[in-house]
Each structure stands twice: as C-alpha cells, then as structure tokens.
C-alpha cells in the first residue's frame, strides 16, 4: 500500500469521524437544529479532508455536496443551484479564453517586443522585465503559462548581462518580473486564475471593471514597491551593459504579424472593451468570455480536445461547489450561532478596517504554514470572519481578496508547490532558496498595499 493511498485512507476515515461527532453529539438548541449540525458536520468533513490532503480540493467539495444530498441537509437542486450563476460562467469562459489567446502567440511576441527597447544594463532589463509582466498581466489568466514562458528569457538575460546565479541581482531580475506575471495578475479578472476562486468565496458577481476598480491601490502600491526593491535593493556596485542582441533576434524571428496572431489581438481587444463598459450595455461578463471563446473555436486557435484537456473543469467544480455549501450556512441559522460566539472575540480587530486588514494579513499568513491548501485556508477564514462581516458593515470582497492574495507566499515550498515548480524553470539564475527572499519581500509589499487600500475601500462603502 502506497504512502499516498495510507494517506488518504486515513484521512478519509478521520474526515467521518469528525463529521459524526459533530453532526450527532451536540444538543439542538434555538440556534442549532439538527440539520444545521449535520450541516456544520459535512463542512468540517470537506475542511478535514482538504487539511489533511486525503483528497484533492475540488473532491472535498464534491464529497460534501453529495454528502448534503445524503443527509437531506439538501436536495440535489439546492446542492448543485450555484452552477448556474454568473461567477462560475465566467470561470468557464475565461479559462478556455486562455488556451486561445496563448495559442494565438500574441503573449509571446508583445512581451520580446517591450524587452527589446531596453539596454542590457541592470536598471534597463529590471524595467523591461517589471514592464513586460504588467502589460501581459490582464491578457492570460494562465499565471503558469506567463511565467513559464519568461523563465528562459530570463535565465539567458542574467547570462548575457553578467549576472553571478543566486546573487542580488538574479533575485531582482527574476523578482521583477514573476510579481508582473504571477502574483499581480490577481488584479484583474482576466490576469489570475485564482480570481476565480475568489469569486467563487466572495459569492457574488463583480464586473471586471469593478473588480480593477477594487484592487488599484494594492496592484499601484506592488508595483512601485517591487520596482525600488528590484532596481535600486538589488542593483550593482557597478553597472555595465550586456549584450542582448539575442532579445531582438528571437523578436525578429518571430516575422510579421500572423493571422492567428491578429485574430488573437482582435478577440481579446473586443472581450475586454466589453468587460469594462459593463455597466452600459449590461451583457454579462461571463457571457462575453463565452463569446470570445466562440470566436477563438471558430478561428481554428482552440479545438475540442483542448477544450477538454487545458479547461481546468476541476476549479469550475470547486467553485460552483463551495458557493452551493456556503449558500446552506446563513438559511440553516449556522452564520448566526458563528456570530454570536466569535462575535466578542474578533471584535475589536473588526472594529477598525485599519486593524482588521493588517490583522487578517497576519493571520493568513501564519495560517498558511500550518494550512497546505489554500482553498482550505481561505474556507477557515470565510467561516470564521463570514458571518460577522454584515455587523461591520465590511464586505464579503475584502475578507477574500485580502486573505487569498497574502496567501500566495512561497515562503516555504509546501505552501506554493505551483511557485516552487516556476521557479525551477530559471534555475540558471536562481535557486528556491534565493527565490524564498523575495516572497519575505513580497510579504512587506502586500502588508503595505492592503493597508493602503482601506481609504478607497472606505469610499467605497466596502469596509
């Protein structure tokens, strides 16, 4: 019997346990039924089951839905209802939006093409790196792909310019770029696939203009941070140009603009004119990547089995899944009795959103060295702060925003296997354990652009 296989059998059976105990032991009172125990029970069981990894996220989900159905906590029309909302058309329509707009090349070529204006100096291939992952950040929401695909570049920049592996300026090369391609995507509704994950614990549709509107200040303040950090903490003693000649040759061989690059620019052009002019014309956000994915199909940039294979159907289920079991806590009474007794405790960090934001910082983070999974993470959050928000007049948006975004560290590598895995592509510039000092740096950033963020969210009536 395999490590793995004990794993998960173990961890099932203690995932039941916990689930019994809970749904059967405690007395009903006024503000817990029995169906709302039992409730409470398979949430606990999808909690255990992702803590523990005896099964994957989106598989807990599942199992807890099914085990609703079981239970008569819910109906199958109850359990599976949220599949139906705009949230998780978006997160099907943006996700094979991707293949498309990679398959399409005009990623690739926009990127060489802003890296081939800069000098083979240290400050001048930091700005180009920091500029070509901001620009291409809205465009893909496949972080992966982004910086997989920059990852060579920059392995032979550090070469080209004569930068030692592993020294300050590989971290400031490397730093530059992977927040523009990677964690800053996260801005924007198009640029992360997390965002739909994010949806999916927020529990309501934002417009993607709305959803840039919300997070400017914390994606303007990375920015500008990350840049001092990577252009004058990393810098040099001493600066002398590189030859880069190599940037222009591989922009050059590129050739003209094809015609599925063309198509590409054109797609995403018209997708994202129509995102941001939502509230005018009132076409749904997943609809119109719906539309796009049509025009991309019917291009020849997508086919089926691509379809079938790169969709990323597992987070669809994820989503879909915990917006139907969070719909269950609020109707079963569950949000009230969670209220009432964390409600005195966690008042005083509700009370101020300048204390409840970093706090939450805080606490996501040292929450993620014990928690792997961050779906799991962020279920234990929306659980414990969920039902207070309401009371303080702060909205759902930045409980989620807040605590998924400074849980995308790699402070350590079991905590972001997927960073650890795209840091290994530039290991002729670094190592993980380099890569490790920007995301305590990373930290900082996000520590301050969060708290940065309060004023708007203020005038925005969302804290």
């Given at each position: ?78 359990v599976?209802?949220?599949?139906a ?13 991707s ?6 090349g ?31 950040t ?16 920059i392995?032979?920049v ?12 590989a ?46 200040v914390?994606?303007?303040v ?12 990393c ?21 003209k ?8 620019i ?14 005018f ?13 049509i025009?991309?199909?019917a ?11 790169k969709a ?5 289920l994820?989503?879909?899944?915990v ?17 009432a ?8 960090i ?17 929450l ?75 930290c ?17 009536g969302?804290?």
């Amino acid at each position: 019997m395999s490590k793995a296989y004990k794993r998960t059998i173990i961890g099932v059976v203690i995932s039941f346990a916990v689930m019994a105990a809970i749904a059967l032991l405690p007395p009903e009172t006024e503000m817990m039924s029995r169906q709302a125990w039992t409730y409470l029970g398979c949430f606990a069981f999808m909690l255990v089951a992702m803590i523990s990894r005896a099964l994957p996220d989106w598989a807990a989900v599942i199992a807890a839905m099914v085990l609703l159905c079981a239970t008569k906590v819910g109906t199958v029309a109850t359990v599976t209802s949220q599949f139906a909302t705009s949230t998780v058309w978006l997160c099907i329509g943006v996700f094979i939006m991707s293949i498309g707009v990679n398959n399409s090349g005009i990623m690739k070529r926009l990127a060489l093409w802003i890296l081939t204006k800069f000098p083979g100096t240290y400050a001048g291939q930091v700005t180009a790196m920091m500029l070509a992952g901001v620009v291409t950040t809205p465009i893909i929401p496949s972080s992966s792909a982004k910086s997989s695909m920059m990852a060579p570049v920059i392995n032979q920049v550090c070469e080209a310019v004569g930068i030692e592996k592993n020294s300050k300026q590989a971290l400031g090369i490397w730093f530059a770029n992977f927040m523009g391609t990677n964690q800053l995507g996260m801005a924007f509704v198009s640029g992360s696939v997390y965002v739909a994950l994010m949806l999916g614990f927020v529990g309501y549709s934002i417009t993607w203009g709305r959803w840039i509107t919300l997070a400017c200040v914390w994606y303007v303040v990375c920015i500008v941070l990350v840049y001092i950090f990577a252009r004058f903490f990393c810098k040099p003693a001493t600066e002398k140009a590189g030859n880069v000649e190599f940037i222009k040759e591989q922009y050059k061989a590129l050739g003209k603009l094809t015609v599925k690059e063309k198509q590409g620019i054109v797609i995403v052009a018209v997708a994202l004119i129509l995102w941001l002019t939502q509230s005018f014309h009132g076409i749904d956000a997943g609809m119109v990547a719906l539309f796009a994915d049509i025009c991309f199909i019917a291009c020849g940039l997508i086919t089926a089995p691509e379809v079938g294979s790169k969709a990323m159907w597992t987070i669809t289920l994820f989503v879909g899944g915990v917006l139907s079991i969070a719909n269950f806590m609020p109707t079963l009474g569950v949000s009230d009795w969670i209220a009432a007794i964390l409600g005195p405790v966690l008042s005083p960090i509700l009370s101020s959103p300048y204390v409840f934001v970093p706090c939450l910082v805080i606490l996501t983070y040292a929450l993620r060295y014990v928690v792997v999974s961050q779906s799991c993470s962020m279920a234990i959050m929306v659980a414990i702060f969920g039902p207070l928000l309401p009371t303080y007049g702060i909205d759902m948006f930045v409980l989620v925003f807040v605590s998924w975004v400074s849980g995308t560290y790699w402070n350590t590598s079991y905590t972001n296997p997927a960073t650890t895995g795209l840091i290994s592509m530039a290991n002729r510039a670094l190592d993980y354990s380099t890569a490790q000092k920007g995301s305590y740096v990373y930290c900082v950033i996000n520590l301050i652009a969060m708290t940065c963020s309060v004023p708007l969210w203020q005038a925005l009536g969302m804290v």
